[in-house]
């Protein structure tokens, strides 16, 4: 069974643009939802392989009255070729209908502020935020579709 931890209250998104999406969503508007962030990057193999059909999945699969799935694109390399304008197209490509977030870029670094915010790791990275806003997940690499299911529903459940 997965151990679901409290990391304490979710910063907001820091948000260069949208894609799929005619508003930008912020945590503090989605109260009330349990909240799956799953940051990745275009170019990140385990994000295209594995992290992303999952994204989608949940999306699919969760009432959007209960579940709130949000893409990050966090680029912490190879910047000059991971742009927007590639982001839209990649969008469209793999057909992702759910709603992503430009990370924006660092001011003084090469981590964007929201992967920085969440003290991630890498690519891919899965957050869980309960209805009240706590991060209750915060997983660098892959997780099972069994693993992530169970956490959600345990969330949903507590409500």
Avoid at 115 to 139: E, S
Wanted: charged share 15%; net charge negative; aromatic share 6%.
């Amino acid at each position: 069974m997965q151990n679901i931890i409290t990391y304490g209250q979710a910063p907001e998104l820091e948000a260069l643009t949208w894609l799929n999406t005619d508003i930008p969503l912020t945590l503090s508007d989605l109260r009330g939802k349990v909240v799956v962030i799953h940051a990745f990057q275009m170019l990140c193999p385990a994000c295209v392989v594995h992290g992303i059909p999952q994204a989608g999945a949940i999306h699919e699969l969760y009432s959007h009255d209960d579940v709130q799935l949000i893409g990050l694109h966090t680029v912490f390399e190879h910047h000059d070729v991971m742009t927007v304008e590639a982001l839209e197209v990649f969008a469209s490509e793999y057909q992702l209908t759910f709603p992503i977030a430009v990370d924006a870029p660092s001011n003084t670094g090469a981590i964007p502020k929201t992967m920085a915010a969440y003290y991630m790791q890498g690519t891919p990275t899965l957050i869980v935020i309960d209805q009240q806003g706590q991060i209750r997940l915060n997983h660098f690499g892959r997780l099972s579709d069994m693993q992530v299911g169970n956490a959600i529903g345990q969330i949903i459940s507590e409500e």
